[in-house]
């Protein structure tokens, strides 16, 4: 039977390639890619869509969402995880010109994503995007597209809130119960599991640590992201260490005095104080080895403050500062101290990405929660990480 069903099937896609020739070149590669690369398996496989656009990228994840075969490492699997990211090469992000970018952007990463998993638009199951927190202008074209193509595929819809996405694909990495730090462009959060929520159990009191990285880059003329940049800046140099101001309030953090003082090291006097009290030549190595050293610092602090208050025995990293070697090996020596076992998830997931967004959408429309009435999802773009309410196992 099963045999029956393998040769039907392929004779189908088959056929389909064949007509679609006539038609349109992506529908080609797309069932070239169905039809060569996974024949059997993907015949019996459903798939959910992630759609990530809070803030510079525009992504698309696409997950296995059931699996037939017996094979239960399919469920959940990442079959494709494209992404396109709004950069610059002097100055910030206008959010304006972000949204223009997801526009223009969204259906070449859609056709590439369709590739990579080898599967047709008829294999998804349900439409899962990241409706909080970020800039609204982001919010509204990535619900646009969820919507439209939600609509177009008749299959129910799900709102994922993207700092508690950043947080559950710590799961995929062997993650239980950790306390996470959370540091990326926005978000600077110190987030563990207690009492049925994800608490935040510290956080910045004013800007998130990579935009904060970023505001430093750009006085430095470096574009964006310049978090990238300032590792490379950092790694290149070997010299003495620039103090600056140190900000951990209770289990808090803040960034805006140790900005202040940089931008003012690199305006108005362009050479730093050595610890003699002379000037010595500033050099953007300098203080990106300063800045690098200090403010590492002052997360891990607070970092192990929460793993000591909660008892917990995981630290997990998310978000793109958390692709800093510097901070890993920081993070990793203080949880050796400490006995506790640290996890990084590979890049990709750790930057913004459409697969993690997939990934807690899965677990939320499986618990009953994705909706075919699309005019009910709306966008929340300042909804906190413990205003969400956890369902989901
Ligand atoms: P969120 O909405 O979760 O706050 P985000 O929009 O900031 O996410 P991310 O992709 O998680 O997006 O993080 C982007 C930030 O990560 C940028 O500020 C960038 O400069 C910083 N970053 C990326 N790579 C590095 C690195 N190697 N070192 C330091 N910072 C980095
Ligand atoms: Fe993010």
């Known amino acids: 039977m099963f045999l029956v069903r393998l040769v039907l099937g392929n004779l189908g ?11 349109k070149v992506d529908e080609v590669f797309i069932v070239c890619a169905r039809f060569f690369k996974f024949g059997v398996v993907w015949e019996v496989m459903k798939c959910i869509v992630g759609i990530e656009s809070t803030a510079h990228t525009f992504g698309v994840g696409i997950l296995s969402s059931k699996d037939d075969s017996g094979d239960p490492d399919l ?11 709004y950069t610059t090469s002097e100055g910030g992000m206008i959010p304006m010109e972000v949204r223009a970018h997801h526009k223009k952007t969204s259906s070449g990463v859609w056709s590439r994503a369709l590739g990579d998993a080898g599967i047709g638009e008829e294999d998804i199951e349900v439409v899962a995007f990241s409706n909080a927190p970020g ?4 919010l509204l074209e990535g619900m646009d597209f969820a919507k439209r193509l939600a609509k177009r595929l008749d299959v129910p819809l799900v709102g994922v809130n993207h700092c508690v996405a950043h947080l559950v694909i710590g799961e995929t990495v062997g993650a239980k119960d950790p306390v996470m730090l959370y540091a990326s462009g926005a978000n600077t959060q110190v987030v ?9 159990f510290g956080e910045t009191l004013d800007l998130g640590v990579g935009n904060f990285i970023d505001s430093i880059g750009r006085t430095m003329g470096l574009g964006f992201p310049a978090g990238p940049k300032i590792e490379e800046l ?8 620039l103090e600056l101001p140190y900000s951990v309030k209770g289990m808090d953090v803040s960034f805006s005095g140790i900005q202040t003082k940089i931008r003012n090291l690199i305006l108005t006097r362009n050479s730093v104080p050595s610890k003699l009290g002379t000037k010595v030549p500033s050099s ?10 200090n403010v590492f610092a ?8 929460a793993l000591a208050h909660t008892g917990k025995s995981e630290l997990l990293l998310g978000g793109g500062v958390a692709c800093n070697t510097r901070l890993v090996e920081m993070c990793r020596i203080m949880c050796e101290e400490r006995g506790c076992k640290l996890f990084v998830p590979e890049k990709s997931l750790l930057v913004d990405n459409g ?6 959408g899965l677990k939320i429309w499986k618990t009953g929660l994705g909706t075919l009435d699309y005019g009910s999802v709306d966008i929340a773009p300042r909804e906190r990480t413990d205003e969400v309410e956890v369902l989901w196992e």
Do not use: H, T
């Open 135 to 138: 800039l609204a202008p982001c």
């Open 75 to 85: 469920n959940g699997k990442i079959l494709a995880n494209v992404k396109d990211s």
């Open 298 to 305: 002052m997360l891990v602090e607070v970092a192990e403050r």
């Open 13 to 23: 896609k088959f056929f389909l390639f064949l007509v679609s020739w006539e038609f």
């Open 284 to 293: 953007s190595g300098k203080l990106a080895f300063a800045l690098q050293e």
């Open 192 to 200: 563990a599991f207690e009492g049925g929520r994800y608490r935040i």
């Open 234 to 241: 950092a790694s290149e140099y070997d010299g003495e260490l």
């Open 355 to 360: 697969a993690m967004i997939g990934y807690l």
